[in-house]
Nanobody, 125 residues
Framework: VQLQASGGGLVQTGGSLRLSCAVS????????MGWFRQAPGQEREFVAAINWSGTTYYIDAVKGRFTISRDNAKNTVYLQMNSLKPEDTAIYYCASEGLPFRSDSSSQSRRYFYWGQGTQVTVSS
């Protein structure tokens, strides 16, 4: 299983970016997906998740600004990030759950067996 994240970059405060994560090597539509991030000197934190049927879950810090979505035909999950703030600066990682058809979407990193390489998002003030 391989996950390839892309779409990061440098953006000013208030700007937008859309991250993509293409998955290969498994039946994408059966598995929940998540986005995590890690800022310099900090632990990795959960950002957003979507289960196989489209149920989503966000941390409070990004609710109303970020939207996670999936396109099963393209085996890709997206993270649309609007109204970006300097505190959103981090390396963003996509991840795929280990078990299929989970009823909820999860923030627990231990449920995610496969991880992408990360894409840098930098928000300037």
């Amino acid at each position: 299983v391989q996950l390839q994240a892309s779409g990061g970059g440098l953006v000013q405060t208030g700007g937008s970016l859309r991250l993509s994560c293409a998955v290969s090597g498994r039946t994408f539509s059966r598995y929940g997906m998540g986005w995590f991030r890690q800022a310099p000197g900090q632990e990795r934190e959960f950002v957003a998740a979507i289960n196989w049927s489209g149920t989503t879950y966000y941390i409070d810090a990004v609710k109303g600004r970020f939207t996670i979505s999936r396109d099963n035909a393209k085996n890709t999950v997206y993270l649309q990030m609007n109204s970006l703030k300097p505190e959103d600066t981090a390396i963003y990682y996509c991840a795929s759950e280990g078990l299929p058809f989970r009823s909820d979407s999860s923030s627990q990193s231990r449920r995610y067996f496969y991880w992408g390489q990360g894409t840098q998002v930098t928000v300037s003030s």
